[in-house]
């Protein structure tokens, strides 16, 4: 079993920053993928970005490309979303994920555990 808790989300103006953490427990962190996802009112949740479990591979959708970056403290158990440049289009609840076979796919088939999400709101 493996629980994640996000916190971070909030209320920012259009071009401003956030930074979403997002605290693992209950297996061993650093043997596992982690990504990011968000889900907009009436639409699917999206895949945002994934990081390997060394951290040294790293895989982002388009919209966020070159402004979004995923880390992760494995001595920490905690993985980290910073979102620099924020648009209104951003705004969604954003959840992070756990895939146990370790690839940091960007399909949310792929994972296997979710935390309860967080609230960003990007306003313009």
């Known amino acids: 079993q493996v629980q994640l808790v996000e916190s971070g989300g909030g209320l920012v103006q259009a071009g401003g920053s956030l930074r979403l953490s997002c605290a693992a427990s209950g297996r061993t962190f650093s043997s596992y993928a982690m990504g990011w996802f968000r889900q907009a009112p009436g639409k699917e949740r999206e895949f945002v970005a994934a990081i390997s479990w060394t951290g040294g591979r790293t895989n982002y959708a388009d919209p966020v490309k070159g402004r979004f970056t995923i880390s992760r403290d494995n001595a920490k158990n905690t993985v980290y979303l910073q979102m620099n440049s924020l648009k209104p289009e951003d705004t969604a609840v954003y959840y992070c994920?756990?895939?146990?076979?370790?690839?940091?796919?960007?399909?949310?088939?792929?994972?296997?555990?979710w935390g309860q999400g967080t609230q960003v709101t990007v306003s313009s």
């Open positions: 994920a756990a895939d146990l076979r370790g690839r940091g796919s960007s399909s949310k088939g792929e994972y296997d555990y």
